[in-house]
């Protein structure tokens, strides 16, 4: 059974920058599968902000890609979630999943637990 | 952008069968996948590929997808299957990519 468990910091000040770290465990991220990241806003849906290859290969949200990296760190398993510049309007539960499927049609089928983040000085 | 509406809130008695809807342009011509969000929780793939569950899925949970609609359908409602629901499709025709729906609140009666 695939585990991700999201880590980093609950509280970010408005314009630094937002860290996340996944971890994957009782799977290799070395694989033909994309990482990827969803948040959620307050009582709101769910936005997609990016996904992430083995290669390193990424592909973002237009809405938030100019301020958004994603990249990968193989020999530890894990791929990370950096958001710069961030407002009021970046406080959610940030999820990391994996994403499964056949080209074109893809969906994430494990998620961790999320972990909320709060912009606030 | 590709755009998906679903209705805010469904109500249902316990027993009888829930559908959330899903619209979107010949959403017919993509697959749709479906995710169960209960309370506090993190999104649970429910049905995929419009039509097909994960393990550990009960056979009540049950997807369709034709024209301008995909339907997520839930017999025999329980307490249990109270929560919101996504669609979700993958946009190929955009840069966008992936794609969800607003989510459907599922309220047991």
């Known amino acids: 059974q695939v585990q991700l468990q999201e880590s980093g910091p609950g509280l970010v000040k408005p314009s630094e920058t937002l860290s996340l770290t996944c971890s994957v465990s009782?799977?290799?991220?070395?694989?033909?599968?994309?990482w990827g990241w969803i948040r959620q806003s307050p009582g709101k849906g769910l936005e997609w902000i990016g996904s992430?290859?083995?290669?390193?290969?990424?592909n973002y949200n237009p809405s938030l890609k100019s301020r958004v990296t994603i990249s990968i760190d193989t020999s530890n398993n894990h791929f990370s979630l950096r958001v710069n510049s961030v407002t009021a309007a970046d406080t959610a539960v940030y999820y990391c999943?994996?994403?499964?499927?056949?080209?074109?049609?893809?969906?994430?089928?494990?998620w961790g637990q999320g972990t909320l983040v709060t912009v606030s000085s | 952008s590709y755009v998906l509406t679903q209705p805010p809130s469904v109500s249902v008695a316990p027993g009888q069968t829930a559908r959330i809807s899903c619209g979107g342009n010949?959403?017919?011509?993509?697959?749709v996948h479906w995710y169960q969000q209960r309370p506090g929780q993190a999104p649970v793939l429910v049905v995929y590929?419009?039509?097909d569950r994960p393990s550990g899925i009960p056979e009540r949970f049950s997807g369709s997808n034709s024209g301008n609609t995909a339907t997520l359908t839930i017999s025999w409602v329980e307490a249990a299957d109270e929560a919101d629901y996504y669609c979700?499709?993958?946009?190929?025709?955009?840069?966008?990519?992936?794609?969800f729906g607003g989510g459907t609140k599922l309220t047991v009666l």
């Open positions: 999943a994996r994403r499964s499927g056949y080209d074109p049609d893809y969906y994430f089928d494990y």
């Open positions: 992430i290859y083995q290669s390193g290969y990424t």
């Open positions: 979700q499709v993958w946009d190929s025709s955009s840069d966008h990519y992936v794609v």
């Open positions: 010949s959403i017919g011509s993509k697959s």
């Open positions: 590929d419009d039509s």
């Open positions: 009782r799977y290799s991220i070395n694989t033909h599968h994309y």
